[in-house]
């Protein structure tokens, strides 16, 4: 399978399968646009907004979903719950609130729609219930 560089803001090199980072919408788009769909490159693809612990953990959760279907569109009728959240990224989530808050910023970044959901689900997760002085 061709794989892909790709390289964070501390100048950490990752070679990922160009199958797993087109999970990111960011990633997809711009090798569709340099005509790189599928044969990968040598050049490492620069993510200036993510730094090598996180981008660590942003392939480690698109390897584990790499074969889920693509998330549904949305749909504004059903109600947005939050306490679907897979087993396994419950576990993967358990990390302090400064990671949180990064994974959050790199899958909006890199538009990785199910890693933004289960992050922002998590947050929300924390919150609820609490006071605005618990918060």
Known sequence: MPSIKLQSSDGEIFEVDVEIVKQ??????????????????????????????????????????????????????KAKGTDDIPVWDQEFLKVNQGTLFDLILAANYLDIKGLCDVTCKTVANMIKGKTTEET
């Open 24 to 77: 990111s919408v960011t990633i997809k788009t711009m090798l569709e646009d340099l005509g790189m769909d599928d044969e990968g490159d040598d050049d490492p693809v620069p993510l200036r907004n993510v730094n090598a612990a996180i981008l660590k953990k942003v392939i480690q959760w698109c390897t584990h979903h790499k074969d889920d279907p693509p998330p549904p569109e949305d749909d504004e009728s």
